[in-house]
């Protein structure tokens, strides 16, 4: 039943968007939807960066640097799926606060925006 596993991946990637790894020496210009980019090398990506989830259309650039404050931590999971660690809080703009574990955007209730329905 391969083909019916493939079938539910294809149709839950669409029904349930999740955010992939893609690794790049230097940040593109423009940034696709549902990629976390993770620049640098391989185990070693210095920087995370994403488009906010809410639509906005913002760049999230997120240090991967231990010693910065604020840090972030990126985990890459077998699936190609992203788990990033902590939160991640817009202080500007449109202030969305959400959590991305593999590779879902989970929304904080403190988040600063409009919710489209079915985000909850
Ligand atoms: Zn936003």
């Known amino acids: 039943m391969k083909w019916f596993a ?30 976390v980019y993770l620049v640098g090398e ?19 650039q997120l ?6 404050d604020p840090s972030w931590r990126a985990t890459v999971h077998e699936s190609g799926l992203v788990t990033l660690h902590p939160s991640i809080w817009r202080i500007k ?9 593999q590779g879902r955007i989970i929304w904080a209730r403190d988040s600063g925006i409009t919710l489209p329905a079915g985000h909850h």
């Open 63 to 68: 240090s991967l640097v231990e010693r910065d």
């Open 6 to 35: 493939n079938l539910a991946r294809w149709f839950g990637d669409r029904l349930l968007p999740r955010h992939r790894a893609r690794f790049v020496e230097d940040l593109p210009d423009r940034l696709g939807k549902r990629r």
């Open 93 to 101: 703009g449109c202030r969305a606060h959400f959590f991305v574990r």
């Open 42 to 60: 391989e185990g070693a990506a210095w920087q995370a960066a994403l488009l906010c989830p809410c639509g906005c259309a913002a760049h999230i």
